[in-house]
């Protein structure tokens, strides 16, 4: 593991970095796979598997009794009903979406005069397009628009995905990535990619490429010419691949044929802080399903490296996998005590607690930011009620988070796409939820200028005062 502040990178997105990797169109979350970034698994219905993901929003359903529910009726045969009187001529149209609707809906239950209603303006809209519209119908893109519509109207955290959404957001989440592994950002000085982080056992490690590096031209191609994105694109590609890079290296062009394969994302980076030798450095960047073993893997070679206290990073982490966060908050936790309470609509609450037999039993200090989010949050506050609880030795700093609390969850649907749906609220061990609110530090450390301003992948430690703070903290004490 490189142990370099270089190698850092940040996951949280475009605005910190790109990953040189294509996601595969394939792989499965685990079952009940929770990401507390919104998503957070959970029981499906027999045609769709659930899957959770913490995302915030939704409000708790709380104790009162459920509602008296009105008599509902399959979708496809409202869809039905409806046709028996409408004109002939266009009946295939209207069929063709009760088809579509019936195959990703088929379980889908919806109030009677609600769906009456919503069918009957859109077959009203439809017909007018058949009679007037001058240009051709794309029908595939009308129905994922009605679905992203109706999502979008009533859950600000929801989501359809198609297939190929899908399989990236799964790929994604199992770090399944093809590419030469490294992460870059947008060199303004050069008009062209810089790498911030060379991921372990990489194709790009392997050739030699380094932190630092510019990467000037792709297959001959000036990055200039090509523009950001385009370059990118173009150097990611299938395993197997050769891609032809000239890099830009201490004012020496140098030349590199790096051959594309399957990358492990990187989402732990760790070193020993030369400023101070016994503190460690974790910087999570999000939570997947290889978080788990690198932080442990980091952990123990922190210790190892002599660091008897830590600095848990967890600013611009925008969440992940709930079963990933927790796994690591059980590693930290003391055992019996709880991680997170799920909270449905109905007011039922799930409790789940730290059973794995260890607990870290180091000083840490947390640092979080307002795009701190979701498992992150979740990862920040647990900590915090510990601490305030007397139960671990740690401190959080820096400013407010970001303030999501909803868990979504994913369903398949027979087609091969996906609604991610808010379903749960979810909150820290002792404290309130945090939806549209954020977790407070304990101490609120501000960014200076320079943090503010500059690429935390690029941020030396002389200039990151709020790590600076973490580590006066920790040393003060021992």
Not at 162 to 184: C, F, R
Not at 423 to 432: A, E
Request: hydrophobic share 35%; charged share 25%.
């Amino acid at each position: 593991m490189d142990e370099n502040k270089d190698g850092i990178f940040d996951g949280s997105g475009s605005e910190e970095s790109d990953s040189l990797a294509n996601t595969e169109k394939g792989g499965e979350l685990p079952e009940n796979a929770q990401i507390p970034d919104g998503n957070v698994g959970g029981a499906g219905n027999d045609s769709a598997r659930g899957e959770e993901i913490l995302f915030d929003d939704a409000e708790n359903g709380g104790g009162d009794a459920p509602k008296k529910q009105r008599r509902r009726v399959p979708l496809y045969l409202t869809v039905l009903l409806i046709l028996a009187a409408v004109l002939l001529t266009f009946e295939l149209t209207f069929v063709l979406v009760g088809n579509i609707y019936r195959e990703k809906y088929n379980d889908l239950l919806l109030d009677e005069e609600f769906e009456s209603e919503l069918l009957t303006k859109l077959y009203s809209i439809m017909s007018i397009y058949d009679e007037y519209f001058i240009g051709e119908i794309d029908e595939d893109a009308s129905i994922e628009a009605v679905l992203d519509a109706y999502v979008a109207a009533n859950d600000k955290y929801g989501s359809y995905m198609t297939a190929e959404e899908y399989a990236e957001m799964i790929a994604d989440y199992n770090a399944e990535l093809d590419g030469i592994g490294v992460h870059v950002v947008y060199s303004a000085e050069y008009s062209a990619i810089e790498i911030v982080n060379v991921m372990p056992d990489s194709p790009a490690l392997e050739a030699g490429l380094e932190p630092g590096d510019i990467i000037y031209a792709v297959e001959g191609e000036l990055v200039s010419e090509l523009g950001y994105y385009p370059a990118i694109y173009a150097v990611k590609g299938e395993k197997g691949t050769y891609v032809n890079l000239t890099i830009l290296r201490d004012g020496e062009y140098l030349e590199f044929s790096v051959m594309r394969d399957e990358v492990t994302e990187q989402t732990v980076v760790y070193y020993v802080i030369d400023e101070a030798p016994t503190v460690g450095y974790i910087w999570i960047l999000s939570f997947d399903n290889g978080t788990y073993d690198q932080f442990v893997e980091a952990v123990e070679y922190l210790e190892g490296e002599g660091c008897d206290c830590l600095v848990l990073d967890v600013r611009n982490n925008p969440g992940g996998l709930l079963t990933s966060v927790q796994s690591i908050l059980d590693y930290i936790l003391p055992d019996g005590g709880p991680i997170v309470r799920l909270v449905d609509k109905d007011g039922n609450e799930e409790v789940r607690y730290a059973t794995d037999g260890h607990s870290l039993g180091l000083d840490i200090v947390v640092i979080c930011n307002g795009s701190t989010a979701s498992a992150g949050e979740l990862f920040t506050s647990a900590i915090k009620d510990y601490a305030s609880a007397g139960e671990i030795s740690a401190t959080v700093i820096g400013v407010q988070t970001y303030g999501k609390g909803t868990v979504q969850q994913i369903m398949s649907l027979s087609d091969g796409s996906a609604l991610s749906i808010s379903y749960k609220l979810y909150s820290p061990p002792y404290s309130d939820n945090f939806e549209g609110v954020g977790v407070t530090p304990d101490v609120t450390v501000e960014p200076n200028e320079v943090l503010s301003g500059t690429n935390l992948f690029k941020v030396d430690y002389e200039d990151d005062n709020q790590l600076q703070y973490a580590v006066e903290l920790l040393l003060g004490s021992d």
